[in-house]
């Protein structure tokens, strides 16, 4: 039945709930996940919670291992609820053994990381090593799922390796490209209420499989587990249905729009800094124009984290391979990398001596939601400041433990006020909107000197000027 056309039958919301569990009771499939990093662990548990049965898979057995005894590697809002769910119910396993997470499995999700060499090539030999693996396993899957951002045209080569590994000529492996558009911090909102689901197939089974395993999605009356009370109101999700090289191709141009789009921002902040304008009022009336919209047109210490920069790397050294000029992209990237940089210099004449100086660091995360600290601005200021001869003390929401981990020397409060006190600057390095809700009269009264550095442009100048604030933030006068 065509559940799109349920309501236009006479069935109640009720009824079309029922028959969409019945629907789903049906569709249920067998999938594995090769690879448990950020996008393999929301992929595999989202996929569990609508009704399949996942197996999560990994190279890295003290990860395993760690998953095995209900631990999550990562923060990740209502992830960790779903994972303890969804193994409750014996919807989800994890397996040490590739053979067996293989051969259990009728379609396999390649969420491995795709890292880039210096000389800006792509390492495949993790995604060759699970591609020979399934290949030898002993009930070949009938779909192999590429699921990680990878370059153009990795599809081509996957299907080489699946083939030359077969042992079974007569038995062939389809491929597909699926990209992920899942936003660390809102990731498993982005996966169960998504803008759009992409599949890149080159076969009739590849795109009717995949269907299958999204039919949970696309179809009306879907109670998903974040909210059993009714899910809010929201745009249907849209099928994009294309080739594999042009899948490939949507998620690397997503992501470098994205980031051309953010450094465009940051290059209005600096004419804003040098004519005395003010970049909030100027992106606001510009985010307006529906063509351009709001989105994204942040100003700040610009983008981090493990992927976004990677990815725009990756595709311009993509566009250079296949002669086609990559200037525009060459620019964001140096815009962004030049961020950091063009704040200190602003501490550096606030406070004149850095040397033994108690700064405040506020963020450690690259973004607010995460607890991921790889390519964190807030990480870059930390290492200048500490070459400065600073004294820092940092505190983040969620990040503490991990880069506490990657540098045992930080010292951290316990929250902001503890950072604060008797700090002769605060810098705001993350987009915590906790952040927002600080106490900021308590603050002044607390600090050696009360100067903040915006980073984020989470405050507003007005407010901290009134509160006494020595106030610097980006793009906008200072106070």
Request: overall charge neutral.
């Amino acid at each position: 039945m065509n559940h799109h056309n349920l309501a236009s039958l006479g069935y109640s919301a009720l009824e079309q709930i029922e028959v969409w569990a019945v629907s789903l009771e049906q569709i249920s499939l067998r999938i594995a996940i090769f690879g448990c990093g950020h996008a393999g662990l929301v992929t595999g548990i989202c996929l569990s919670s609508i009704g399949h049965h996942v197996v999560l898979f990994d190279q890295d057995t003290e990860l395993v291992r760690s998953l095995e005894k209900g631990r999550l590697p990562i923060y990740e809002l209502h992830l960790d609820k779903l994972f303890q769910r969804c193994r409750s119910e014996r919807a989800l396993s994890i397996s040490q053994h590739w053979e067996q997470a293989a051969s259990e499995a009728e379609i396999v999700f390649l969420c491995i990381t795709v890292p880039q060499l210096d000389n800006g090539e792509s390492d495949f030999a993790a995604l060759d090593s699970a591609a020979a693996q399934i290949a030898r396993a002993g009930n070949i899957p009938r779909l192999a799922v590429l699921r990680s951002t990878v370059p153009v045209q990795t599809g081509k080569q996957l299907r080489h390796v699946l083939t030359a590994y077969c042992p079974k000529p007569d038995i062939r492996i389809s491929i597909a490209a699926n990209p992920q558009f899942l936003r660390e911090g809102t990731a498993v909102e982005d996966f169960l209420h998504p803008d759009r689901i992409l599949l890149g197939t080159e076969d009739a089974f590849s795109e009717e499989t995949l269907r299958e395993v999204y039919r949970p999605l696309l179809t009306p009356g879907l109670r998903c587990p974040l909210h059993p009370g009714g899910c809010p109101s929201r745009k249907f999700p849209e099928l994009i249905l294309t080739g594999v090289q042009s899948a490939e191709l949507i998620k690397h141009a997503s992501n470098a729009f994205l980031a051309v789009k953010i450094s465009y921002a940051n290059v209005l902040a600096d004419l804003c800094e040098r004519l005395g304008a003010d970049i909030k009022e100027v992106t606001k009336a510009v985010g307006l124009d529906q063509r351009i919209g709001s989105k994204f047109l942040e100003a700040g210490i610009g983008f981090g984290g493990p992927r976004l920069p990677v990815h725009l790397r990756s595709f311009c050294h993509l566009a250079e391979q296949v002669g086609v000029e990559a200037g525009i992209l060459r620019a964001a990237e140096e815009v962004n990398r030049s961020r950091v940089a063009l704040l200190f210099p602003k501490i550096q004449n606030s406070l004149w001596v850095l040397r033994d100086k108690r700064i405040g660091l506020l963020g450690l995360a690259h973004k607010s939601g995460t607890d991921d600290v790889r390519g964190s601005p807030a990480i870059e200021l930390l290492m200048r400041l500490s070459v400065a001869g600073a004294e820092v003390r940092a505190f983040d929401p969620q990040a503490m433990a991990k880069a506490r981990a990657a540098f045992p020397r930080l010292v951290c409060g316990l929250d902001a006020y503890e950072v604060a006190h008797q700090a002769e600057a605060l810098i705001l390095a993350t987009n915590w909107p906790e952040f927002n809700n600080i106490d900021w009269k308590r603050v002044h009264d607390i600090m050696a000197r009360p100067v903040v550095f915006d980073g984020r442009n989470l405050l507003l100048p007005n407010e901290m000027r009134a509160l006494g604030f020595e106030y610097h933030s980006v793009g906008r006068p200072d106070c």
